[in-house]
């Protein structure tokens, strides 16, 4: 089976964890053996869902869903054990002074280390990552698009040798859309759908990726537009209520459109009054395509 790679994004504040959580949950579900991963520091996961601890190494969840934390170091110092075989000498790789020095002023080197991981299964080269699909919960919107293009850089900078040839392949993996999928989430307002938009077009002309757009936390009603007129005219709470509830329907219709002159990939997800984390997960994936 070909091992599936699903990106997912957007602005801060637009509900891209959960999102991921629920396409995880949902692949999963459907017999496949996922890993959803964080990049960074600090485990959204491990709170949401009130886990003893979220690391490096993949922790299970659920059946057939596991999670793990990555940073680029920990990815860098991984491929490193990997490629001397011995422990000690890796450490001390690591622990040299210039070498540190060099990590910590080589641009993108953080960037390309998590790539190389989250591609080593396509790529057939690195640590083995026994998994038919990563989801991985991505950078926000900006820092997106430096973890997509650290590659590419590399390449350019290092023509020569092993870093040059993977970094090229590594480039040539993100772009197989056969291999990987993208996923942009964002609010139905104006600031989140418009930096939305603009990444769909970006990735399109600089990567030749088409993407995903999700339109998250949608107000939905089957209240007939008639009734919230007539609703409307009464001085009460009741009336107030049905003329913010129409705005939102209005404003969301106009946020859908704006969207649609960009993508025709849009998929809406309602909002959710739901508290508990796995339920609110579970609903989710229930509408992801």
């Not at 637009?14 to 496949?32: F, P, T």
């Not at 396509?122 to 590659?151: M, Q, S, W």
Request: proline share 5%.
């Amino acid at each position: 089976m070909k091992q599936e790679i699903h990106f997912v994004t957007g602005k801060g504040g637009v509900g891209k964890s959960v999102i991921a959580a629920a396409l995880a949950l949902k692949k999963s579900r459907e017999g496949k053996k996922v890993l959803l991963v964080e990049l960074g520091d600090q485990s959204f996961f491990k709170d949401f869902f009130e886990l003893p601890s979220v690391g490096f190494q993949p922790t299970s969840i659920r059946e057939n869903l596991s999670v793990a934390l990555w940073t680029g170091d920990a990815c860098l110092q991984e491929y490193a054990r990997y490629l001397i075989k011995v422990e000690s000498l890796a450490k001390l790789f690591f622990e040299n002074a210039v070498m540190r020095a060099f990590i910590n002023v080589a641009p993108a080197l953080p960037e390309l280390a998590i790539l190389g991981k989250v591609t080593s299964g396509p790529r057939k080269h690195g640590p083995p990552l026994p998994f038919d699909c990563l989801i991985v919960d991505a950078f926000a919107t900006g820092h997106f698009i430096a973890l997509l293009e650290a590659p590419k850089g590399m390449a350019q900078a290092v023509q020569f040798g092993p870093m040059g040839e993977q970094s090229r392949s590594i480039d040539a993996c993100i772009r197989n859309e056969d291999l990987c999928k993208y996923h942009i989430v964002t609010l139905p307002e104006e600031l989140p759908v418009k930096e939305a938009t603009e990444l769909v077009q970006r990735l399109k002309a600089e990567f030749s990726i088409s993407s995903e757009l999700i339109l998250n936390k949608m107000v939905q009603t089957n209240i007939p537009e008639a009734s919230l007129k007539e609703v409307q005219s009464e001085d009460s709470d009741l009336g107030k209520f049905a003329a913010y509830i129409e705005h939102q329907l209005s404003h969301q219709a106009e946020m859908r459109e704006k969207a649609q002159k960009t993508t025709k990939q849009i998929l809406s997800v309602p909002l959710f009054f739901e508290t508990k984390p796995w339920s609110l997960v579970e609903k989710i994936a229930e509408v992801l395509k």
